[in-house]
């Protein structure tokens, strides 16, 4: 059974800093890519970053201020966060790649004053 379990979300200031996790079971987790994708109130889903075998890639809206890395022998996925603004505000959630239906519970990560 494919579980994925997201933490590290939170508050934090304009300017700070998060590192979100994400824990992976239930399938070969070295073989896929993996995303991390936000979704802010009322808004549709948004593909942020994803890493696979031939690198990084980012959206735009977040390059040069979030990383994503992966740990193949601890099953994990990590998005680390920089300079967050208030648009960066929303449910992060890690995706297997190509895996349409795969999501965890996600993590709350809100920027505020």
């Known amino acids: 059974q494919v579980q994925l379990v997201e933490s590290g979300g939170g508050l934090v200031q304009p300017g700070g800093s998060l590192r979100l996790s994400c824990a992976a079971s239930g399938f070969v987790f070295a073989s896929y ?18 890493i696979s075998d031939y ?6 809206s977040v390059k040069g201020r979030f990383t994503i890395s992966r740990d193949n022998a601890k099953r994990m996925v990590y998005l680390q966060m920089n300079s967050l603004e208030s648009e960066d505000t929303a449910v992060y959630y ?3 790649h190509g ?3 795969a999501w ?3 993590t709350q990560v809100t920027v505020s004053t």
Request: glycine share 16%.
């Open 33 to 50: 890519a993996m995303n991390w994708y936000r979704q802010a109130p009322g808004k549709e889903r948004q593909w942020v970053a994803r």
């Open 55 to 60: 690198g990084t890639d980012y959206a735009g």
């Open 94 to 96: 890690c995706n297997i």
């Open 99 to 101: 895996w349409p239906n």
């Open 104 to 106: 965890g519970q996600g």
